[in-house]
């Protein structure tokens, strides 16, 4: 999340929201003045087909299919767009409209201050959480060599 931080790019924070709880793009939208948006595209549920590679680098294969929402709104000028795995409308409106939002560098900095920097952290707490828990997990195989007789 580091990169996020340091390059205010739409990558980045196209990340950080689609990773976001629902609670926490709530809590964060609370936080700041939101414009009237207009939606372009109503939020919508499908499915996407996941993608997966033998041993991260080999050939590709279909893992499954997953839930998706998306949406389209139309913030001033700028058209934000949002893409979250599972079936959360409310959440999909919020993280497009706040995609419209960081558009304008009028209001970017704000908004990285207020929504994405708080969120990036708590996501980054979470998986240094998750990783804590999975190290307390592991076990550590190793082999005896007999002897020679």
């Given at each position: 999340?580091?990169?996020?931080?340091?390059?205010?790019?739409?990558?980045?924070?196209?990340a950080?929201?689609?990773?976001?709880?629902?609670?926490?793009?709530?809590?964060?939208?609370?936080?700041?003045?939101?414009p009237?948006?207009?939606i372009v595209?109503?939020?919508?549920?499908?499915?996407?087909?996941?993608?997966?590679?033998?041993?991260?680098?080999?050939?590709?294969?279909?893992?499954?299919?997953?839930t998706?929402?998306?949406?389209?709104?139309?913030?001033?000028?700028?058209?934000?767009?949002?893409?979250?795995?599972?079936?959360d409308k409310?959440?999909?409106?919020?993280?497009a409209?706040?995609?419209?939002?960081l558009?304008?560098p009028?209001?970017?900095?704000?908004?990285?201050?207020?929504?994405?920097?708080p969120?990036?952290?708590?996501?980054?707490?979470?998986?240094?959480?998750?990783?804590?828990?999975?190290?307390a997990?592991?076990?550590?195989?190793?082999?005896?060599?007999?002897?020679d007789?």
């Amino acid at each position: 999340m580091n990169r996020v931080n340091e390059n205010r790019d739409r990558a980045g924070w196209m990340a950080v929201l689609a990773r976001a709880t629902h609670s926490e793009i709530v809590a964060a939208v609370e936080k700041i003045d939101m414009p009237a948006i207009d939606i372009v595209k109503p939020a919508e549920v499908g499915t996407i087909m996941l993608e997966g590679r033998a041993g991260g680098s080999g050939q590709r294969f279909n893992a499954g299919e997953a839930t998706m929402t998306r949406c389209v709104v139309r913030v001033g000028e700028c058209l934000g767009f949002s893409y979250a795995l599972g079936r959360d409308k409310k959440k999909a409106v919020l993280c497009a409209a706040l995609d419209g939002l960081l558009q304008n560098p009028m209001r970017r900095n704000e908004i990285f201050e207020h929504v994405i920097a708080p969120i990036a952290a708590a996501y980054a707490k979470r998986q240094e959480e998750a990783s804590r828990r999975a190290a307390a997990t592991k076990v550590d195989f190793f082999t005896m060599v007999r002897g020679d007789g």
